[in-house]
């Protein structure tokens, strides 16, 4: 099982980024997959997920409006565009791979995940 996360750089506040995350070694279209961020000195936290066949989508209340999720479930992979980044977005993020997308399982289940990328960074600052 591979989760890989890609597209991560530096950008200026009010700037734009795209992560993806190419997936590989289990069955794409019977999983929910999750992006999660963590910043120095602090957890883990849950960003967004999205259901297979996109019937559910989950965002953070901090990244409504900013952020949009989606997959591509003919090739394996899930797209995080993020726009209007804020000093505050800044951190490690990861993709993950679960049975569930919901607001009960992005925050404080983490352990629900049973796949995990090895994340990629995101620094937003002038």
């Known amino acids: 099982v591979q989760l890989v996360e890609s597209g991560g750089g530096l950008v200026q506040p009010g700037g734009s980024l795209r992560l993806s995350c190419a997936t590989s070694?289990?069955?794409?279209?019977?999983?929910?997959i999750g992006w999660f961020r963590q910043a120095p000195g602090q957890e883990r936290e849950g960003v967004s997920c999205?259901?297979?066949?996109?019937?559910?989508?989950y965002y953070a209340d901090a990244v409504k409006g900013r952020f949009t999720i989606s997959r591509d479930n003919a090739e394996n992979t899930v797209s995080l565009q993020m726009n209007n980044l804020k000093p505050e977005d800044t951190a490690i993020y990861y993709c993950?791979?679960?049975?569930?997308?919901?607001?009960?399982?992005?925050?404080?289940?983490?352990?629900?995940?049973?796949?995990w990328g090895q994340g990629t960074q995101v620094t937003v600052s002038s």
């Open positions: 993950a791979a679960a049975l569930q997308c919901s607001a009960a399982t992005m925050v404080g289940h983490l352990n629900l995940f049973d796949y």
């Open positions: 070694g289990f069955t794409f279209d019977h999983y929910s």
């Open positions: 999205i259901a297979p066949r996109d019937r559910h989508i």
